[in-house]
């Protein structure tokens, strides 16, 4: 099974953690999310999700349903 683009959605309470936690003030997150997996080739599947990790923004989608689960800023170490 491969992440499918044109299948991602997400919950309307999956749109308000997503522009809160990444302090976006987008019309459309699921598109802003689109463009970011669209401009990366890190993506790791463990267990039940895909893990995206495009500029400084790690997305995590449920790889059955194609849901976007949560994103967040990540952590510098």
């Not at 936690?21 to 987008?26: Q, Y």
């Not at 689109?34 to 080739?41: F, G």
């Not at 949560?70 to 170490?77: F, M, P």
Request: aromatic residues 6%; hydrophobic residues 35%; positive net charge.
């Amino acid at each position: 099974m491969e992440l499918d683009l044109q299948k991602l959605k997400t919950t309307p309470m999956g749109v308000e953690r997503i522009k809160r936690n990444l302090g976006l003030e987008v019309a459309d997150v699921v598109e802003y999310c689109k463009q970011l997996i669209a401009s990366t080739d890190e993506i790791t599947r463990k267990g039940k999700n895909w893990y995206v990790c495009a500029s400084e923004i790690v997305i995590t989608i449920n790889a059955y349903s194609h849901t976007i689960i949560t994103a967040h800023k990540r952590s510098k170490k």
